[in-house]
């Protein structure tokens, strides 16, 4: 079976998810994704020799064409299933990801809460603390995702003293206010807990 993805003009991440939605679709056979940056072509890439797939790269007129062959025969090594992070946490204290660039911190954070979107299983809740909770309040960008990810059983949880000190307790546009006490709760409670 053959399957093209054409992630031309995709920003990252979504070639790496379309491919790996592409590759989740067939049981064996070959997946093209087309893209049109060297970045993207070492992302893919990189992709699929995480899963233990071949992969042979062209670039035909400035596109890549990334080449991933799976096979799927019996006593083959298949790739290791991702750890369950049900027990995850995630706490977001600022509504950009990383230093340096406020502007680039922002595409960061969208992108970022785009992937948690496509990548299961979910964490069991996010906190947002600091300038974390502009992001769930009105006028953020990530709403929909975050929205998302609540539909899925993704406790979310804004700190209610974070919310008073920006003014934006009637801004909330999704989940509950929290306080401190459920925050470390929850943090306590969780095997793994990332820190944004």
């Given at each position: 079976m053959k399957h093209e993805v054409d992630a031309r003009g995709m920003q990252c991440p979504k070639p790496v998810i379309e491919t790996k939605k592409a590759i989740e679709t067939i049981g064996q056979g070959t997946i093209t994704t087309i893209v049109d940056n060297e970045i993207a072509k070492e992302n893919v890439s990189k992709l699929a020799k995480s899963l233990n797939y071949d992969v042979d790269v062209k670039e035909i007129n400035g596109d890549y064409y990334v080449n991933i062959n799976k096979e799927v025969l019996e006593n083959d090594f298949m790739?290791?299933?991702r750890a369950s992070t049900k027990?995850?946490?995630i706490v977001i204290g600022k509504d950009s990801m990383g230093d340096g660039s406020e502007e680039l911190g922002k595409?960061?954070?969208k992108g970022y809460f785009y992937t948690l979107t496509e990548l299961k299983p979910y964490p069991k809740a996010i906190l947002f603390i600091n300038g974390g909770v502009r992001l769930t309040t009105e006028g953020s960008e990530v709403i929909?995702?975050?929205r998302t990810l609540e539909s899925e059983g993704v406790e979310i949880l804004s700190c209610g003293t974070c919310l008073?000190?920006?003014n934006l307790k009637n801004k909330l546009m999704?989940?509950?206010?929290?306080n401190m006490y459920t925050i470390v709760e929850t943090m306590?409670?969780?095997?793994?807990?990332?820190?944004i």
């Open positions: 790739p290791k299933s027990d995850l946490v595409v960061l954070i929909d995702h975050i008073d000190y920006f999704v989940g509950g206010v929290s306590n409670e969780a095997k793994n807990t990332i820190r």
